[in-house]
T-cell receptor, first 114, second 109 residues
Framework: ETGVTQTPRHLVMGMTNKKSLKCEQH?????MYWYKQSAKKPLELMFV???????ENNSVPSRFSPECPNSSHLFLHLHTLQPEDSALYLC?????????????FGEGSRLTVL | GQQVMQIPQYQHVQEGEDFTTYCNSS?????IQWYKQRPGGHPVFLIQ?????EVKKQKRLTFQFGEAKKNSSLHITATQTTDVGTYFC?????????FGQGTRLTINP
């Protein structure tokens, strides 16, 4: 149903592990986003990429490292995470950054940090 | 800090009752979007409002944008169990889409 695919859907990792989340969009969009959704906070914007260039880093800790090799793929590399980083990580895309059109979200990657 | 206030945070209704969620901003908005997230799902775009005083309908859903473009509402008439989920408003702030806290709707069949 969604044109934005995220893998894995579920991930459990220890604090010393290194893992990556992957996002792929099939919509021909030029902007891609990472959002964090936790139980007690609204959707938090983490990173924005527009035409593969990072345009926004919303004061995210360096243990989260994004990578955008092309406008269809977005990664979030995870290293030395904390239990409070457990959340649903949502990837989204839109036609352009600064475009006031809709965001298309992936189904999310549910991350648990032990 | 909170850039857009959405109320209520939770709403429980009997099936068939109406439901309304409100989104308020202290500053004038260029536009506002509404999203729905089903339990266990991801946010899905519902609509975008741009014009002052705009009213749009989607079947049982009515969306309004205030005259001053500082508030918006989503009203559902005669709720059904398929309406269960969290409804978010989202506004553009410094060219970024900022989401409200959401209103979680639960329905007693």
């Amino acid at each position: 149903e969604t044109g934005v695919t995220q893998t894995p859907r579920h991930l459990v990792m220890g604090m010393t592990n290194k893992k990556s989340l992957k996002c792929e969009q099939h919509l021909g969009h030029n902007a891609m986003y990472w959002y964090k959704q936790s139980a007690k906070k609204p959707l938090e914007l983490m990173f924005v990429y527009n035409f593969k260039e990072q345009t926004e880093n919303n004061s995210v800790p360096s243990r989260f490292s994004p990578e955008c090799p092309n406008s269809s793929h977005l990664f979030l590399h995870l290293h030395t995470l904390q239990p409070e980083d457990s959340a649903l990580y949502l990837c989204a895309s839109s036609r352009e950054f600064r475009d006031t059109g809709e965001l298309f979200f992936g189904e999310g990657s549910r991350l648990t940090v032990l | 800090g909170q850039q857009v206030m959405q109320i209520p945070q939770y709403q429980h209704v009997q099936e068939g009752e109406d439901f309304t969620t409100y989104c308020n901003s202290s500053t004038t908005l260029s536009n506002i979007q509404w999203y729905k997230q089903r339990p266990g799902g991801h946010p899905v775009f519902l609509i975008q409002l741009v014009k002052s005083g705009e009213v749009k309908k989607q079947k049982r859903l009515t969306f309004q944008f205030g005259e001053a473009k500082k508030n918006s509402s989503l009203h559902i008439t005669a709720t059904q169990t398929t309406d269960v989920g969290t409804y978010f408003c989202a506004v553009l702030r410094a060219q970024k889409l900022v989401f409200g806290q959401g209103t979680r709707l639960t329905i007693n069949p």
